[in-house]
Nanobody, 127 residues
Framework: QGQLVESGGGLVQPGGSLRLSCAAS????????IGWFRQAPGKEREGVSC????????YYADSVKGRFTISRDNTKNTVYLQMNSLKPEDTAVYYC????????????????????WGQGTQVTVSS
């Protein structure tokens, strides 16, 4: 059974940067759409950034456009989220997820039915 493991979270000051990683095992990311989601206490889960299968198309939530960048390295079976100019409102648990045969935007709007979902990594932006 496939597994996703996130890493790279932590405590950072406002304006700082972090890079999250999501390593897949048990399956290949090559033909799947991949995405990053986040959930803050008391808030609904949000699709932050997603990339379509075969690297076709990207989607970013308005709240992170121009600050976050999603990328993937198929040789390492890993997806990344580079987060710059972090704000306190970016504080949340960040999760990665994958789904076959879908687009970037469709993945980021999904709420259930993912092929795989990670355990999450905490990002805290605070001075």
């Amino acid at each position: 059974q496939g597994q996703l493991v996130e890493s790279g979270g932590g405590l950072v000051q406002p304006g700082g940067s972090l890079r999250l990683s999501c390593a897949a095992s048990g399956f290949t990311l090559d033909y799947r759409a991949i995405g990053w989601f986040r959930q803050a206490p008391g808030k609904e889960r949000e699709g932050v950034s997603c990339m379509g299968q075969r690297h076709v198309g990207t989607y970013y939530a308005d709240s992170v456009k121009g600050r976050f960048t999603i990328s993937r390295d198929n040789t390492k079976n890993t997806v990344y989220l580079q987060m710059n100019s972090l704000k306190p409102e970016d504080t949340a648990v960040y999760y990665c997820a994958v789904e076959s045969f879908t687009t970037a935007q469709a993945l980021c709007l999904m709420t259930t039915g993912f092929d795989a979902w990670g355990q999450g990594t905490q990002v805290t932006v605070s001075s």
